[in-house]
């Protein structure tokens, strides 16, 4: 990187005066001192995400899969895997580079774990029917965390929850004798009436 350069929008970098850091740069023309300053890269830690080139961090929102494999509920069923996605947005470049060892797979490992956690709380039922009481839940959770790594948290979306055939077998079987006793009742009541 030049002693002169653009830093493009919805981006920043980390200048790092004498290996220390320094300030963080927002997008525009700017200019560094030779020799004394260097740019921050994260390409190592963070790989090819919340960044460009090594070097810009990404200030627009991202996004980070979690998927849970063999995960119980709270009844005993074992999920075969469990997705979701987490909706980020770095809103302190300093905090997220040096408060946490790596931001993308902390943020990965830290969702994966809040979703575990909750997905332990409740019956298949439950997570079936109440999708968004556990976004909800499992984003409160990770709000402290992800705050201390400058970072806001915007949202948390499940988008699949997948069960063994021993599992699907079951649920049909319980919504087939649900079904068979609301026509009986239906038809006693109608008898009666």
Known sequence: MGIIFTVPQGHCVII???????????PGLRFRLPFIETVRSVAGEWGSEANKQGIFIEL????????????????????KALDAVVY???????????????????????????????????????????????????????????????????RVDIQEIKYDESTADAMRQQMEAERRARAVSLEATGEAE
């Open 60 to 79: 627009t929102e991202q996004q980070t899969d979690a998927t849970a494999r063999q995960t119980q509920t709270k009844d005993n069923v074992t999920l």
């Open 88 to 154: 980020w947005k770095i809103t302190d470049p300093m905090r997220a580079l040096y408060e946490v060892d790596n931001l993308i797979t902390s943020v990965r490992d830290t969702a994966l774990n809040a979703l575990r956690a909750q997905i332990g709380t409740r019956t298949l039922d439950e997570l079936l029917s109440d999708r968004q009481s556990l976004n909800d839940d499992i984003a409160a959770e990770l709000l402290n965390t992800m705050n201390r790594w400058g970072i806001r948290l915007n």
């Open 16 to 26: 790092e005066r004498l290996g220390k850091a320094n300030r963080v740069m927002q």
